[in-house]
Nanobody, 126 residues
């Protein structure tokens, strides 16, 4: 069982930066991939970025490529999402997710992730 707790959301202006954190507990960090998803009102949950179990592979959605960076600290078992040059269309609830142990590859469908945090609101004003 993996427990996830996000933090770091808030209200920022366009072009600002924000860093989200996700503290994970339970399981062995290197044995499962993790990712960030977001969901805006009346929209489906969408993939933002993911990192493989061993950290060797990262993947970012085209909409955030070059602006957002996912990273993972295996000592503290914490997942991060550094968000730069933010846009109003980045406004959403952001969720941290983890795949089941031994599923180490990055996937973009939320259906491939077994564990979810409670979400943190990010609002970008124009």
């Amino acid at each position: 069982q993996v427990q996830l707790v996000e933090s770091g959301g808030g209200l920022v202006q366009a072009e600002a930066s924000l860093r989200l954190s996700c503290a994970a507990s339970g399981g062995t960090a290197s044995t499962y991939a993790m990712g960030w998803f977001r969901q805006a009102p009346a929209k489906e949950r969408e993939f933002v970025a993911g990192v493989s179990g061993n950290g060797a592979t990262t993947q970012h959605a085209d909409s955030v490529k070059g602006r957002f960076t996912i990273s993972r600290d295996y000592i503290t078992n914490t997942l991060y999402l550094q968000m730069n040059s933010m846009k109003p269309e980045d406004t959403a609830v952001y969720y941290c997710a983890a795949r089941s142990p031994f599923y180490t590859s990055v996937k973009t469908s939320p259906n491939d992730y077994a564990y979810w945090g409670q979400g943190t609101q990010v609002t970008v004003s124009s």
